[in-house]
């Protein structure tokens, strides 16, 4: 009955079928699987779904094109096929601002009024230039949201024009594209919060009109109170404001429009916290306060070992509509299919202070699936609305193609915290954390600065806003899921001791790019520096099935499956984590020139950092873009 329709309509029809059903119906009949072969766009259906990429309607490439592209993409990747590369040299002295998304590269500078920014090359002949965007105040950090709304919201900080002892900290809101006050934005710039110090360490995401900003001061030894706000940016509207103690939140990513991730250093969680969807009346004292919906624990650490960093990203963010209306791509990776990573460094204290490395402490990397977390998350906070559930179970089944697992049974009535442990000093950063704390302290205190002290810098007042600060110190705890019931199943734990960790940009889609510190390898296995990972289930099924998986990936693709087993004295006991992927290694016999300090990824290119040896600054950025065909202008028979 459906092949007596017109071939043009059952294209149409088989367009919308996924891929598991398309690859099916294509098996049925003769007729069918030659429409499969002979129309590109059921041919392009076919790659997006593979991909795990969604077609972006705004692009102005034809079928033919579009296709072309996403295979040498994918090829490119498992290959290591660099079709061309260029050198950008930094001649600014940077600070340790800075950003890539949207083919956009951003890197502050030391005096934190100006940014200095590069579109990068999609194509060998694209020219490369740096640009500025200055700003009256200075400048703290900053958030992009180039292809939902070409907007750069900028955090910046002024003294207060009375009290000298406060500074006030703004966003400004503006047009990437022109450097413009955006034209969405009803204030341009508007007031986030008063504080007693100058540079507060930020975490800012941009999703739909919600902006989630993070302010917090790691190194102060007066230890500030951490301050989390959600806004809607064309209204200038706070919708949320959370405090919470020192060095409890410092970064954020969206598992969706209406939910957030916010990783917890002090209880060493996966907080989950729902956004609303407009300000909350004002508190009153029978007002019960703000709670996450529910938290992840991590594994449980060592005794005496504390957690120093708990930073995370995941690259593209949710739109809550077409979040690609200013991008020129013709694809780009479905936000739920984006690889969540987080990075942890522990510190073993003994009598107080923090020691790493040797001394029982360590730097690690755990992935995630976005798609995951959040199904995990939707289905746990479902039963928990119905009233179901029962004691956790010590395990929980994992598909080895997709990485994907049963919701467990949480028993939503109990409490399965875990202590806070109170640490009374802390060792500073490695990174560049945007703060320099102890000098901005002595600069704005008249009383000398001792470690330890639990004493808070000027009191705010009340910022201007519908709903007001809520303390976080004394909610009532959420829902907490052990990090057995969920984590092992829907993770990968790795050891980054070897791996630079300054840069988190090194994610996009569901790949990861992992190097090791310069001169660990070697001159003559200089390759092996750099590896590709791919969490894409479809990648790894076809990876694991294919007997010659090296004829299609190359000869570096290594499929990773089952459980592994992180063995590190950092933790009470052994970590297990089964997510799958594939590792892609370049070819021992390509010169790749992997000769960097830091190596970054987006969607379709490596970017190489070299930095001074004395002042530890990045000095060049080499771009290595991965396929780029050769497209032909022509369009192919059977492109519609």
């Known amino acids: 009955m459906l092949l007596q329709l017109p071939p043009e309509i059952v294209v149409r029809i088989l367009y919308y079928l996924d891929i598991v059903d398309l690859v099916s119906v294509s098996c049925t009949h003769s007729t069918v699987y030659k429409y499969t072969q002979s129309f590109q766009i059921l041919q392009y259906r076919f790659a997006t779904q593979a991909a795990a990429v969604d077609d972006n309607p705004h692009c102005k490439l034809i079928i033919s094109e579009r296709l072309a592209l996403l295979k040498s993409r994918e090829e490119g990747w498992a290959r290591f096929n660099i079709d061309f590369r260029k050198s950008i040299s930094v001649l600014h002295h940077p600070s340790g601002i800075y950003d890539m998304t949207g083919g956009i590269y951003l890197l502050g500078d030391e005096s934190r009024r100006t940014l200095h920014y590069c579109t990068l090359p999609s194509k060998p002949s694209d020219s490369v230039a ?3 965007i200055h700003v009256e105040h200075t400048l703290v950090d900053m958030g992009l949201s180039i292809y939902e709304h070409d907007l750069i919201a900028i955090v910046t900080t002024k003294p207060h024009p009375t009290d000298t002892s406060v500074h006030i900290i703004e966003l400004n809101l503006l047009q990437f594209s022109t450097g413009q006050p955006h034209p969405r934005a009803r204030n341009p710039v508007f007031f986030v919060a008063e504080t007693g110090w100058p540079r507060p360490a930020i ?12 302010t917090t001061h790691f190194l102060n030894p007066f230890q500030p109170r951490d ?6 940016w064309p209204t200038a509207t706070l919708k949320m404001e959370i405090h919470a103690p020192n060095h409890t939140y410092s970064g954020l990513v969206f598992l969706s429009p209406t939910l957030l991730l916010l990783p917890n250093t002090r209880t060493a969680a996966l907080d989950i916290w729902a956004i609303p969807d407009a300000p909350a009346p004002a508190p009153t004292s029978t007002t019960p306060p703000p709670r996450p919906l529910l938290s992840l624990l991590l594994p449980a650490l060592a005794h005496n070992h504390m957690l120093v960093t708990l930073s995370c990203r995941g690259e593209p963010s949710p739109s809550p509509g077409a979040g690609t209306r200013f991008s020129p791509q013709p694809v780009h990776t479905r936000p739920a299919d984006a690889l969540l990573i987080f990075n942890v460094r522990v510190q073993h204290l003994v009598f107080g202070f923090g020691l790493g490395g040797a001394g029982g402490g360590g730097t690690f990397s755990m992935f995630a699936r976005r798609g995951a977390v959040l199904g995990l998350c939707e289905q746990l906070l479902e039963r928990n609305a119905v009233g ?3 004691s956790p179970p010590l395990s929980v089944a994992v598909s080895p193609e997709t990485g994907t697992a049963p919701v467990p049974d949480v028993d939503m009535d109990t409490d ?13 950063e490695e990174e560049d954390s945007d703060e320099e704390m102890y000098e901005d302290a002595a600069a704005d205190f008249d009383f000398p600065l001792t470690t330890g002290l639990a004493i808070v810098g000027p009191s705010p007042s009340p910022p201007p806003a519908p709903s007001a600060a809520l303390d976080h110190e004394h909610e009532r705890k959420p829902l907490q899921v052990p990090w057995h019931a969920w984590g092992p199943p829907l993770t990968r734990w790795m050891d980054a001791a070897d791996t630079p960790t300054r840069w988190i ?5 569901t790949r990861c790019v992992l190097s090791s510190e310069l001169g660990d390898a070697g001159e003559e296995n200089e390759n092996e520096r750099v590896r590709v990972l791919d969490f894409n289930p479809f990648v790894v099924r076809r990876c694991a099935a294919a007997k010659a998986a090296e004829a299609e990936y190359g000869e570096g693709a290594q499929v990773v499956m089952g459980t592994s087993v992180l063995d590190h004295g950092a933790f009470e006991a052994p970590i297990v984590s089964a997510l799958p992927y594939v590792c892609f290694a370049p070819r021992r016999d390509l ?6 300090d830091g190596v970054l990824m987006d969607e379709e290119r490596l970017l190489g950092l070299r930095t001074d040896p004395q002042t530890d600054r990045i ?15 022509e369009t192919g028979a059977g492109e519609s």
């Open 203 to 214: 975490g800012i995401e941009i999703v739909g009109d919600n902006i989630a900003l993070i």
């Open 619 to 633: 000095v060049e950025i080499e771009v290595m873009h991965i396929g780029w065909p050769k497209i032909e202008t």
């Open 416 to 428: 399965m915290g875990m202590g806070e442990e109170e640490v009374e000093e802390e060792e500073e």
């Open 591 to 596: 010169a790749l020139g992997f000769d960097f």
């Open 388 to 390: 179901e559930g029962a």
């Open 130 to 132: 740096w640009s500025q």
């Open 227 to 232: 301050r989390f706000y959600i806004f809607d």
């Open 505 to 509: 940009t090194t994610s996009a889609g």
